[in-house]
């Protein structure tokens, strides 16, 4: 939440600006001229729950109603010119009042009347209590059912019903200050190494300086003359951008049937050397016929060099944002609408707006103390390298819409004799793609939140068998140092089965004070202001509510799931905060709002056009609470166990409209898949999250975003509501052109996301980036990113998988690489003569192979037998929200043989490099000597050979290695090569770490545990039906030439 514009006369900045919030307004933005800003006000819940505010599909613009949630109607219906100048209204803090603004708890339905006493269901937990009321406070119904129960040794009875009279839990603390007091600015000294004096245009691709122009694309370096900066730039050398770009290699592979070349696997032809010979070998005559099975597919094009990030962002302007916060499918865009309709793969971009920065590299913090954040006022775009000061330094010009700016007094500075400013060097914003602005009180509709931490557990039956419940509360307890915003973080507990269990965690207690709810019916909150309490006070109880939770409910045999009530109860205990909501889900709900039945078991159903209705939510209470959680700034993470179906195309909506994620370990037990489950929750835990945020991407004129793909809610068209954000989490979205002709040269992208630190600072993060415009399809090919491309058709795959059959969503990836390539074709096939070769960008190499994975991938495999229901929907969920690299991880995992490094003398360790070099995935690769590491990012497969030393087996295994592996859990023994392995795997999870990687051994021939555990992932292979890599490539191949 936030709002937008400092000086909005009729913004309603008063002492207490929730109260005084209007409804919203339901005028979008207009197109050219987005804002990151007054959005934010409809974040302000109402007294009442906003209506109609359902969630709406991620892809589509949200229409008026759910805009309306959000806006105040008394906003000026366009955001294009607002008067900046104006200074912001005085924010007055609310004076002697509790420092958090606290939205009005909403309730349920609202009963009036006492419900009847009633009978504890059957398997409650031994310490329900035999009888108590508990006066409630006055906003919530007294309700007779609920129960203080005193954990631990008993209080006395006095003290037991005893209820804090008023207590805020968040009566004024020294230590919580809202942050618009002058920051001290936290951006540290300017490095001598921010201004290099930079080339016009580098192009990094290797060799290309040797390298001879290539005739048939001199023309299209038309495309490249340098931008026209209207007003004089300040520094050239920067700006100039894409002044004379040298020529550029045709970067594209041929292929025919006995001349595919590849760098990697044949000789290199990455440079324009080697793509001249294969023009001059094309020339003498294409080869007859068909690409056929005699293909080699060795020489096919396969990412195993490393996980280098592309930095096509960064080749022509370098002062753009790094691409792992932005990348686009292709960083030239076309000029014109005919040129858009002959780029068949998605024009868009995907954003990981807080993704983790190598040290050095951090995103740099500024504070405009006194200027004000420094913004066009006419579009509202922040102001970033590409922006030209003018009239010595009095005024600035906007790169997005042209305007020109008046400077700020506080922020002008003199022109040097080439236009610079002469405190370019002090000035990050002026010359880094990425920063965070800190934000000053106008971007606040109240003080910024405290992070929180809900947690919601199934303490049913299953859930106590799985040991589910122990390596919760262990992991929670062992986190409590590290969950950021100490000391403001605030934490509260729910356990439920077949009734809702809520915790005083008061800090004036010993022990936590346990209150059961059985009327599921007509949720009400017990102790509304003790359920969630501030760590650092409460941290005894806490401690001693976590230690005690797994032997409090050991007995328990209550089978039920009242899942959908307690998450309306946790829901009534956050909303006046927001926060993050965690739940543990063991078994399918069963009582209550939003009970699931079990859906799936009717075959008929697949292969059907009705098969994708069990990939979507059953009840639609899971996306609507999931509404009103957004809302409120609450996003939710559900963590799915069981051994059975569970539903999680239900549960998962809860997390998927509200920003969050969900981790899914089925059949889970504790002592196999327990460090995974501690892994995952403390990344989950410890990671820095953006609170309360919302995201909007700007681009110049005549271009805008048109969809959005990923696990959020829009707001309005085009901003995407967070309510808590990390560095794990990326958005797709699409671009359409609005004109027919673009005129600029370049255009701009910003990504601006508004979010509280979880250090109370309201920021800004802003991502910057330029990229040419172009006339030529040739230079949209070769400024092509395969990575963007690849996370759009997945994300807009999985989406088509919601509404088709898996069967549909996998051909229109197919259909799309055709046309792509086939365009491709067209362009050079008729001076070239190709003939029954296949050509492709150098750009997209990869294309047809990622293609063939994501076809192949748990998401869109096969039909029902090919794949768990369940499986299918959390990897679904799960694609849809990660970063690029590690999606393209995923799709094409690492397959490592390690035998010889572990039987090597310790002495030549530094041969690990060797080892970690990536092997095709098939199982031509392995040998059944050798032991081999599968790592998709997820997990591990080793897979031990036939022929494998026994003395290694041995030494890795001890005496399990004779016992049947899936019994079998690999562990450190006390050995030279367990040593090595260890860390080997250690090496592999350091790479990234928001996921942890089980251990699965399977051995060579092991069926069925060996097909499915790694054959099925083995995307170069004939499996099941379904192509290999050749076979794929000759049919795309074929398809091109149809018609071509
Ligand atoms: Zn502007």
Not at 95 to 121: D, E, L, M, W
Not at 486 to 498: A, C, E, K, L, M
Not at 512 to 538: C, W, Y
Request: aromatic share 8%; charged share 20%; proline share 10%.
């Amino acid at each position: 939440m936030g709002t937008e514009n400092p000086g909005r006369p009729n913004f309603p900045m008063t002492a207490s600006p929730f109260a005084a919030a209007p409804p919203p307004t339901t005028t979008p933005f207009s197109a050219s001229g987005p804002v990151v800003g007054s959005e934010a006000s409809g974040f302000r819940p109402q007294a009442q729950p906003p209506q109609n505010t359902m969630p709406s599909m991620s892809s589509g613009p949200v229409a008026g109603p759910q805009a309306s949630g959000y806006r105040p109607n008394n906003l000026p219906a366009r955001f294009n010119d607002p008067p900046v100048s104006s200074p912001p209204a005085a924010y007055a803090p609310p004076i002697g009042g509790p420092p958090f603004q606290r939205y009005p708890t909403p309730q349920f339905p609202s009963v009036h009347q006492i419900p009847p006493p009633r009978a504890p269901p059957i398997g409650q937990p031994p310490f329900q209590p035999p009888a108590g009321q508990v006066p409630s406070p006055a906003s919530f119904h007294p309700q007779p059912q609920a129960h203080a129960v005193p954990m631990g040794s008993p209080p006395s009875r006095a003290s037991d019903l005893q209820l804090p009279s008023d207590s805020s839990s968040f009566a004024p603390r020294a230590n919580f200050q809202p942050p618009f007091s002058s920051m001290d600015s936290s951006y540290s000294a300017p490095r001598a190494n921010l201004q290099p004096p930079l080339p016009g245009y580098v192009k990094q691709a290797n060799s290309v300086s040797q390298a001879p122009p290539m005739a048939p694309f001199q023309a299209q370096q038309g495309s490249y003359a340098a931008p026209i900066p209207t007003p004089p730039p300040p520094y050239h050398p920067q700006q100039g951008g894409f002044s004379q770009p040298p020529p550029i290699a045709a970067p594209f592979g041929l292929h025919s049937r006995d001349q595919i070349q590849h760098p990697g696997s044949a000789p290199p032809i990455g440079g324009i050397q080697g793509l001249a010979e294969d023009f001059g070998s094309l020339s003498i005559g294409a080869v007859p016929g068909t690409i056929d099975s005699g293909l080699d597919p060795k020489a096919l094009p396969r990412p195993l060099d490393g996980e280098a990030e592309s930095n096509l962002l960064g080749e022509a302007y370098s002062m753009n944002c790094n691409p792992r916060y932005l990348r686009l499918t292709t960083s030239a865009i076309p000029s014109s609408q005919s040129l858009l309709s002959r780029w068949h793969c998605p024009l868009g971009a995907v954003v990981c707006p807080l993704a983790e920065a190598p040290e050095g590299e951090e995103v740099p913090v500024i504070n405009f103390v006194s200027t004000g954040i420094i913004r066009c006022r006419r579009c509202r775009t922040y102001v970033n390298p590409y922006v030209t000061f003018t009239d010595s330094g009095r005024k600035w010009r906007c790169n997005i819409c042209a305007l020109l700016n008046d400077v700020p007094g506080d922020y002008f500075a003199q022109l040097d004799a080439t236009g610079r400013r002469i405190d370019l060097n002090q000035r990050p914003e002026l010359i880094k793609g990425s920063v965070d602005f800190v934000a000053p009180t106008e971007y606040m509709v109240r003080p910024p939140m405290p992070p929180l931490y809900f947690f919601l557990i199934d303490v049913s039956v299953s859930a106590v068998r799985s040991g589910m419940i122990e390596v919760v509360a262990q992991t929670i307890k062992s986190c409590l140092d590290e969950l950021p915003g100490y000391p403001r973080t605030q934490v509260g507990f729910i356990t439920f089965d077949s009734t809702i269990h809520f915790y005083n965690m008061k800090s004036s207690l010993t022990q936590p004070q346990m209150m059961v709810v059985s009327d599921l019916d007509d949720i009400f909150v017990p102790l509304p202001d003790d359920l969630l309490v501030n760590l650092s006070e409460s941290r005894p109880v806490v401690e001693a509510f976590l230690d005690s939770l797994p032997s409090m409910f050991q007995d328990n045999v209550n089978m039920e799931s009242a899942l959908g009530p307690a998450v309306k109860a946790a829901f009534m205990v956050m909303s006046q905060l927001g926060g993050k909501l965690l739940i543990f889900q063991n078994t399918m709900p069963s009582l209550g709002v939003g009970r699931l039945k079990l859906r799936g078991d009717d075959l008929r159903v697949y292969g059907t056009d009705k098969e994708y209705a069990l990939r979507i939510p059953e009840d639609p209470f899971y996306k609507n609470m999931a509404a009103e959680c957004t809302k409120y700034q609450i996003g939710v993470n559900v963590y799915a166990f069981g051994d059975k179906y569970i539903d999680i195309a239900s549960l998962g909506a809860l997390a998927k409209y509200s920003g969050g994620q969900i981790y899914y370990y089925p059949s889970f037990q504790s002592a196999s898949h327990g460090e995974k489950l501690r892994h995952e929750l403390a990344r989950d835990l410890t990671r820095e999250t953006a609170w309360e945020a919302v995201m909007r991407v700007r681009c110049g004129k005549g271009i805008r975003f048109s969809s959005y793909h990923g696990n959020f809610m829009l707001r309005s068209t085009d901003l995407l509501a967070l309510p808590a954000v990390d560095c794990d989490k990326a958005y797709g979205a699409q671009l359409s052109l609005e004109e027919t002709l673009l005129t600029s040269q370049t255009v701009y992208f910003q990504v601006a996301l508004l979010y509280t630190a979880s250090c109370g600072e309201r920021r800004i993060r802003v991502h910057t980036a330029a990229v040419p415009v172009v006339t030529d399809l040739g230079e949209m090919y070769r400024h092509a990113d395969t990575g963007a491309i690849v996370s759009l058709f997945a994300r807009l795959a999985i989406e088509k998988s919601l509404s088709h059959k898996l069967e549909d969503s996998r051909s229109s990836v197919q259909l799309r690489i055709v046309k792509a390539l086939r365009e491709f074709r067209n362009l050079h096939a008729v001076q070239h003569r190709l003939g029954g070769r296949m050509i492709y960008p150098e750009s997209l190499k990869l294309l047809p192979l990622y293609g063939l994975a994501l076809s192949k991938s748990a998401a869109l495999r096969g039909g029902y037998t090919d794949v768990q229901l369940d499986d299918r929907c959390a990897v679904g969920f799960t694609m849809m929200a990660l970063p690029v690299n590690k999606l393209l991880k995923l799709l094409y995992p690492s397959l490592l043989r390690v035998d010889e490094y572990l039987l090597k003398p310790s002495s030549q360790t530094d041969e690990f490099k060797n080892i970690m070099k990536k092997l095709p995935l098939t199982a031509e690769s392995l040998d059944s000597r050798g032991l081999y590491v599968y790592d998709d990012g997820f997990r591990f497969v080793v897979w031990f050979g036939r022929m494998l030393s026994p003395d290694l087996a041995m030494n890795l295994l001890g005496q399990d290695a004779a016992v049947e592996f899936s019994k079998v859990a690999l562990g450190k023994h006390d050995t030279e090569m367990s040593r090595k392995l260890m860390g080997v795997l250690r090496k592999l999870r350091e790479r990234d770490s928001s996921y942890y990687q089980l251990c699965n051994l399977v051995r060579q021939g092991e069926q069925p545990r060996e097909g499915f555990l790694l054959l099925t992932n083995f995307v170069e292979d004939q499996i099941g039906g379904t192509s290999g890599y050749s076979e794929w490539m000759v049919q795309i191949h074929r398809q091109v030439q149809q018609s071509a």
